[in-house]
């Protein structure tokens, strides 16, 4: 076994598998250009520092539960002067910086007006940058709380939505929630409040959600949390679907 050998299978007994991967492509450069040790050291830990952090992407998205993955430059701004008028505004959601902030986003818009496609893009930039995401509708979302406490495993399942930086609640509004179902979805947004952000879509404005909640003090309080430390997007026009089906 050579010294390179040797030294690659060490790089594997330490998990600096990029660097084992590259040490000979490295080492063959660093002599037909007459680099010294630091210099290829170097470039390998870069090589290390850059898989890891494309690994770590990848399974950000993966643990997303992202349907898709849109980017901004897929949102039609033209599609409708309410997107022309924000766009700025939408622009720097994108940027992220609201995370540091612990803002949360309210996306409001008739069916098909492009909330969702919104939402998922600025989750998909943030797995982007390498911060845990979670994607669920509130249908899924009361589901799965609803199933979690039936086996008294609820106090676990509310962790799952309360750990990420960013959670996507998508399409509120569209199912009536019942009094279980707003119920956990409070706890969802209470315990979320002022320690990650969370964006909602919804078809409702917010003197509205008393539809959707069992009863008004709940809707309510769940606005109020939401609104505190937030920016809301009114998205306005024809379904973009729609238009681009015809």
């Not at 007994?13 to 063959?28: D, G, I, N, R």
């Not at 720097?92 to 998922?120: C, E, H, R, W």
Request: charged share 20%.
């Amino acid at each position: 076994m050579t010294d390179l050998d040797q030294i690659r299978d060490r790089l594997k007994q330490l998990k600096l598998t990029a660097m084992a991967a590259q040490l000979e492509a490295v080492m063959t450069e660093a002599r037909s250009n007459n680099h010294d040790a630091l210099h290829s050291f170097r470039l390998l830990c870069d090589l290390e520092i850059e898989s890891r952090w494309k690994n770590g992407v990848n399974r950000r998205l993966l643990q997303s539960r992202l349907p898709d993955r849109p980017t901004i430059d897929q949102f039609d701004f033209a599609h409708h002067h309410s997107r022309q008028e924000q766009k700025n505004a939408i622009l720097s959601l994108v940027n992220l910086g609201f995370l540091s902030q612990k803002m949360d986003i309210i996306l409001v818009g008739n069916p098909g007006t492009g909330k969702s496609m919104l939402a998922k893009t600025i989750a998909t930039a943030a797995c982007h940058h390498n911060r845990k995401v979670l994607f669920a509708t509130a249908a899924d979302i009361v589901n799965q709380l609803a199933a979690a406490e039936a086996d008294s495993s609820l106090d676990k399942k509310l962790q799952l939505y309360q750990t990420p930086e960013l959670l996507v609640c998508d399409e509120l509004g569209y199912l009536p929630l019942g009094a279980l179902g707003s119920n956990l979805l409070f706890q969802v947004f209470s315990k979320r409040h002022k320690q990650g952000s969370t964006i909602v879509t919804t078809n409702l404005a917010f003197a509205e959600w008393g539809k959707v909640f069992d009863s008004t003090t709940i809707a309510a309080a769940v606005a109020d949390r939401l609104v505190f430390n937030s920016e809301v997007i009114i998205l306005g026009g024809p379904s973009y679907r729609r238009k681009i089906k015809q």
